[in-house]
């Protein structure tokens, strides 16, 4: 960490030139609080949402229900509301008619690789301060449990009355204290890893020299992470449903946990209690296999193009569930991915127009479809390419369940920004200034405005190998700098040649790496 606040440092002063002197205009953000990320200060914006809240709440009674659907590695190329769809042999009806109906995010941004993510929109934090910098693997010795010093979203909208569910894939942890269940969340029906993770124990065409070799498995039953469908609750017992025993098994498995969430709905929509369910899909995630219900459903008929297909049918059904329970206009919904397609695993992979995938922190493994509707209250045929991360949806959450930011731990430093106004106002702008893009613990880049700036790179050694066979790289003489209106593939970098803010950006580096000289990184033994 000492090394990249350095490198940030002397970048500034390489950078410095007259243009530097107009950061604080070009740089419209404002901190409210040490230890929160600074936000664009809109007054008039805020308060007419909050009028907004307030009118709907009367009308309801009770607080906004709130439903994430989240997509394992869907590219942003991948729904047809994005450029592909049945263009790409994977039609995707519901995510298209629900971001005409709602409003499309074209620069909407999450961590490069699945934990990273997971852990930053559950707790508003980057992965590097609290330590979820990759899954847990077998092997790891934690020095800490994560969760201990952390607050998570689940926690906060639990305290405030709400009804907390996670449903699908997990991927932050499964030893008791970091399930879903031990974190704050009320009940947990899924799976703790990825479905990879769950398949290739039961896939001797993929997987020969384990599968068919005895001796192997016996080694991997020791090791590899739990396979069964697990059903938990805050403070009681967690039982083993069923166990996947057949790649058949694992391809059922989006649409057993679709029928349970669907099924809670039915029951939640009853009460007069707000819920926040947290739905997360095992697909479309490498390796994918056929629903043997739904066999070929996709055009392409390829498995990666027809777990889209399936996908795009469940949200879909959660979404008619949500409707025919009499409590869509009180809802509101994002859909979204957790981060780019993974390409090493093509063609079991999505589609993205951008350069990288999965594993980088170039465009195409971060920007990420994301679709906010909420039925009456998103004003319809919406699109917008301000910049939102996926960590504001944590912001967005607590003030929709009216959760103050003082209930949060002063030593802990916080990376949301509440985007509520730019949501759900219909002229509504973002609040955030800037994007920080992280490998690891390495800083690697940053979006402001249409800039992005790259201070390391990882580079593949062969086509579409950006996790396997790539490298990091430090830049060289200068950052890379590129302007994403004009080259949104980050192939010609502009920043001395036709770029007015390379000192600015380098400066926000500077100030962002700052902070974690008050506010260390937590080191978990990852």
């Known amino acids: 960490m000492k090394k990249t606040i350095i490198i940030i440092a002397a970048l500034y002063i390489f950078c410095a030139c007259p243009y530097a002197l107009n950061a604080q205009s070009f740089d419209k953000s404002v901190k409210t609080k040490e230890n929160f990320e600074g936000s664009i200060p809109h007054p008039e914006q805020e308060q007419e949402v909050s009028k907004k809240l307030l009118e709907l709440e009367k009308k309801t009674k009770k607080k906004p229900n709130i439903v994430w659907l989240i997509v394992d590695d869907m590219g942003y190329g991948d729904p047809g509301c994005y450029g592909g769809g049945a263009a790409i042999g994977a039609a995707t009806p519901n995510m298209d008619k629900l971001a005409a109906e709602g409003l499309k995010l074209t620069s909407c941004y999450s961590q490069q690789t699945c934990t990273s993510t997971r852990s930053a929109i559950r707790t508003g934090r980057l992965p590097v301060r609290t330590g979820l910098i990759r899954p847990i693997l077998a092997g790891d010795?934690?020095?800490?449990?994560?969760?201990?010093?952390?607050?998570?979203?689940?926690?906060?909208?639990?305290?405030?009355?709400?009804?907390?569910?996670?449903?699908?894939?997990?991927?932050?942890?499964?030893?008791?204290?970091?399930?879903?269940?031990?974190?704050?969340?009320?009940?947990?029906?899924?799976?703790?890893?990825?479905?990879?993770e769950i398949s290739q124990g039961v896939d001797p065409r993929r997987y020969p020299d384990l599968v068919l070799n005895p001796e192997r498995m016996a080694d991997f039953e020791g090791i590899g992470p739990d396979d069964h469908l697990q059903h938990g609750?805050?403070?009681?017992?967690?039982?083993?449903?069923?166990?996947?025993?057949?790649?058949?098994?694992?391809?059922?498995?989006?649409?057993?946990?679709?029928?349970f969430t669907i099924s809670r709905i039915k029951e939640l929509a009853k009460s007069d209690q707000p819920f926040f369910i947290d739905h997360n899909f095992m697909k479309v995630h490498a390796d994918n296999h056929d629903n043997p219900d739904y066999p070929g459903l996709s055009a392409a008929k390829y498995a990666y193009k027809n777990a889209v297909a399936e996908v795009d049918m469940h949200?879909?059904?959660?979404?008619?569930?949500?409707?025919?329970?009499?409590?869509?206009?009180?809802?509101?919904?994002?859909?979204?991915?957790?981060?780019?397609?993974?390409?090493?695993?093509?063609?079991?992979?999505?589609?993205?127009?951008?350069?990288g995938a999965k594993g980088t922190t170039f465009e195409g493994g971060v920007r990420i479809p994301g679709i906010a509707y909420w039925k009456g209250m998103i004003a319809p045929g919406r699109q917008s390419d301000d910049i939102f991360d996926l960590m504001d949806l944590f912001g967005t959450n607590l003030r929709l369940a009216g959760i103050t930011t003082d209930v949060l731990p002063k030593n802990n430093y916080y990376d949301f920004i509440d985007q509520s106004s730019f949501l759900f106002l219909e002229d509504g702008t973002t609040n955030r200034e800037a994007v920080y893009f992280w490998w690891g613990k390495e800083l690697m880049a940053i979006r402001m405005k249409e800039y992005k700036q790259h201070i390391k790179v990882i580079i593949p050694?062969?086509?579409?190998?950006?996790?396997?066979?790539?490298?990091?790289?430090?830049?060289?003489?200068?950052?890379?700098?590129?302007?994403?209106?004009?080259?949104?593939?980050?192939?010609?970098?502009?920043?001395?040649?036709?770029?007015?803010?390379?000192?600015?950006?380098?400066?926000?580096?500077?100030?962002?790496?700052?902070t974690f000289k008050k506010y260390p990184p937590k080191q978990i033994g990852l």
């Open 141 to 196: 010795i934690l020095t800490q449990n994560p969760w201990d010093t952390e607050t998570s979203i689940a926690t906060l909208l639990g305290k405030a009355g709400y009804y907390t569910l996670l449903t699908g894939k997990w991927h932050i942890g499964e030893a008791v204290g970091m399930r879903p269940h031990d974190v704050g969340y009320d009940e947990f029906m899924g799976y703790y890893p990825a479905q990879k």
């Open 233 to 259: 609750f805050k403070g009681g017992k967690t039982e083993k449903v069923s166990q996947v025993k057949s790649i058949d098994d694992m391809g059922r498995a989006d649409q057993v946990l679709t029928d």
């Open 315 to 355: 949200i879909g059904n959660i979404v008619k569930a949500l409707d025919e329970a009499g409590v869509l206009e009180n809802t509101f919904i994002f859909i979204t991915s957790d981060n780019g397609p993974q390409m090493d695993s093509w063609p079991d992979g999505g589609y993205t127009p951008f350069r």
């Open 461 to 514: 050694q062969d086509t579409h190998m950006w996790i396997d066979y790539s490298t990091v790289q430090d830049v060289g003489l200068a950052p890379w700098m590129f302007n994403l209106y004009i080259d949104p593939k980050e192939e010609m970098p502009v920043g001395h040649r036709r770029s007015a803010w390379l000192a600015t950006l380098g400066a926000k580096l500077k100030t962002h790496a700052a």
